[in-house]
């Protein structure tokens, strides 16, 4: 089972949308639900204490009124949907079709409710089959308990058992809609082939937005089919990487035999062309012998290549092979772009930036996670962006720069006793920034921050809301890192993606949103400084301790420095950057400082501790 949340990555060479081509076929079943719904029968299981919220027959070919941008609802694109189609308009049965009456945060209410099909005679069936489906909808949170939004399930006995759910909307992003045909295999193992009691049947299970589904065929498939599958490939550790930081990486692709035929010799060649010149700078071939049909060859690492130092795009593309002549080699071709920078590190390409909210709290957080392989180079400016700063205008963002010594205890997360705070700055929105980046400077008066050789650095927004006003951080799903970072964690050489922290606890996680790998617009330009306008971490050998923390009247600092200090400074900051505090002492090694908080309001800061050898920075909280 993989780890981590994967989808669509926007930016591939793949020319089907569905995946699977109009093959040889043998049709099975078909249900155009013209003139009701013919025999096929509604079963709610959940409806949130609203009676009239099912799923129902309309024969308008459109999902009814919405609520919600793109308003009016797209008609289904099915050949037959002026005769008749099944649909679930949540937000409008819900709300009763007014705006107003939707709330301004979640939760929305849930529905989870099922149409199931008659008896379907598979007796003579043995080869494998796919099901085909037209559909137009959009989803948003699962309920409670389901994993999937919008799922189909089959079963072999007459409904006594069922299958595990099959995501009806694979390779789509949450809130995004959907209209056209969707083709997917059956897995062979259900136990379909051969009974003459199959059933099938669409659960929807979220809490809002709508899904109309027409023109359901199971087809037996007789051609051969190889498909790359675009919900797992590994892409290159970041979008841009600047070239003193090059470091070498690898490959992944899941391949599946989405065909009816046994295919002999299969393979995977990956190829690395320079982007300007053609030029192909490495290539390599994945051999995995035969796969027979309905079988998924997956999570198989290959492949090593380290950019040549120098700024430059290249194109990564991934190609299935077989001795068989494919029927559809579409989808067998998977591309993704990644540059050589001259200073900059970012996780996407500044294209397709659009708003993401918190589906929690009005408070929250997220960053890009940056390695550096190379030593001598220091932090320079960060970079972020919002969708909606007229709303927030006045309030602060903060950015911070974390070092993060790794995902320690496994949980997927880094949490807040794995990093350290390296230093901040801090943005007051004016209100014209709407969609816009906006650079900041990461230093400590002025003098830049090193990087440390072999160190994993966090760069982060934060906003916390004071306002009841949340806010839409600009992101981007046009680049799903899941793959990637599976296959540098299954390989012990982890490489992160984006991290997620709703509610500002402190603690954020890699798993991203779900039903969608959302990476922001945070970047990180770095700088080879002249080393007497920088500043070093003060060794871990020096202990510099805080307490209480939180605190609320007074707050210590206790000292055990390897050398004496001739002057040690000492500042408290809050997170806007202001100095509430700042005293030099002379001839400090060991000793315990006190300080009178009473007059500070409740509220997050941070201590700066500097010497000759460095400084160290701590965060701490005032709890009135």
Known sequence: MKKFFTNLFASIVFLSVLGLSAQAQNVLYEEQFDGGTNGWTIDTIFNDGVDSMSWRWTDTGNPGPVMINPNPAPNLMSPTASNGAMVFNFEYMRYGGDINNVPANPPYGEFVGEIISP??????????????????????????????????????????????????????EIRDVYNGEQQLPIPSNLGLQGSPTVKMKFTYSQDFYYWMIDDITIIERTEPDMRANMSFFAIAPNYATPKSQVEEFGFLVDIEN?????????????????????????????????????????????????????????????????????????????????????TLFAKEAGEGLAGIRGTA???????????????????????????????????????????????????GMANESEYSLVTFNGYTFDGTEDN??????????????????????IVTMEYTDIIDQF????????????????????????????????????????????????????????????PTTSVTELATENIVNIFPNPTADELNINLDLIEN??????????ISGKVHFTQQYEDIQSTTLEYDLRSYSSGSYIVYIETEDGIRSIPFAIQK
């Open 119 to 172: 008896t379907i005679d598979m007796s003579d069936v043995s080869g494998p089959i796919n099901i085909s489906y037209y559909q137009v909808g959009r989803y948003l949170n699962a309920a409670d308990g389901y994993d999937l939004q919008c799922s189909i399930s089959f079963s072999p006995d007459d409904g006594a058992t069922w299958s595990a759910p099959i995501n009806a909307f694979p390779d789509w």
């Open 258 to 342: 989405i065909g009816g035929t046994t295919e002999e010799n299969v393979n995977v060649n990956v190829r690395v062309q320079n982007g300007e010149t053609g030029a192909v700078v490495y290539e390599t071939d994945q051999p995995y012998g035969s796969i027979t049909p309905d079988s998924l060859a997956e999570n198989v690492p290959f492949g090593a290549f380290t950019p040549p130092a120098e700024a430059a795009t290249y194109t990564t593309t991934y190609r299935v092979s077989s001795d068989g002549t494919d029927n559809n080699p579409a989808n067998n071709v998977i591309s993704y772009d990644f540059v050589i920078t001259d």
């Open 361 to 411: 709290d009005n408070s929250w957080t997220m960053g890009n996670v940056y390695y550096i392989p190379t030593g001598g180079y220091f932090a320079k400016n960060a970079t972020f962006g919002v969708s909606n700063a007229a709303d927030i205008a006045g309030q602060f963002m903060t950015i911070k720069l974390l070092k993060w010594e790794g995902d320690l205890d496994g949980d």
């Open 436 to 457: 816009q980046v906006i650079t900041l400077p990461i230093d400590l008066d002025g003098k830049r921050i090193p990087l440390e050789e072999g160190g994993t650095y």
């Open 471 to 530: 806010v839409f951080f600009l992101t981007t799903t046009n680049h799903d890192y899941g793959a990637m970072v599976f296959r540098t964690d299954s390989l012990g050489a982890n490489r992160y993606g984006a991290l997620l922290d709703v509610g500002n606890s402190g603690d954020l996680s890699t798993g991203n949103f779900q039903g969608g790998y959302y990476v922001p617009a945070v970047r990180l330009s770095i700088a080879d400084s002249d």
């Open 565 to 574: 200090s001739e002057k040690l400074n000492v500042r408290i900051m809050d």
